[in-house]
């Protein structure tokens, strides 16, 4: 099992910034693929980044050059900062960790969600 607590949405006016911190406990040596996934209202969840265990990354492209994913293995704690947000960017924020075996296919874990509100 693995448990993610998110923290730091809130509201901010466009061309602002913000971090969003996702704390990562539990089994923690059998996450494949940490992420961060928005929904905004009346919308499907969607990815916004992802960084694999080995370190890669990658982003939807409205984000690209904007957010930043990361991650502090010591911490065990995955970070999404937040550039030049725009209104659009308005959602409901969710960390995610996933698990992929062979067998049993892919697993995810969810955090109860963080909403970032950028006003223009």
């Known amino acids: 099992q693995v448990q993610l607590v998110e923290s730091g949405g809130g509201l901010v006016q466009a061309g602002g910034s913000l971090r969003l911190s996702c704390a990562v406990s539990g089994s923690i040596f059998s996450i494949d693929e940490l992420g961060w996934y928005r929904q905004a209202p009346g919308k499907q969840r969607e990815v916004v980044a992802i960084i694999t265990i080995s370190g890669s990354t990658n982003y939807r492209d409205s984000v690209k050059g904007r957010f930043t994913i990361s991650r502090d293995i010591v911490k065990n704690t995955v970070y999404l900062q937040m550039n030049s947000l725009k209104p659009e960017d308005t959602a409901v924020y969710y960390c995610?960790?996933?698990?992929?075996?062979?067998?049993?296919?892919?697993?995810?874990?969810w955090g109860q969600g963080t909403q970032v509100t950028v006003s223009s």
């Open positions: 995610n960790a996933a698990t992929v075996r062979f067998y049993s296919g892919r697993r995810d874990y």
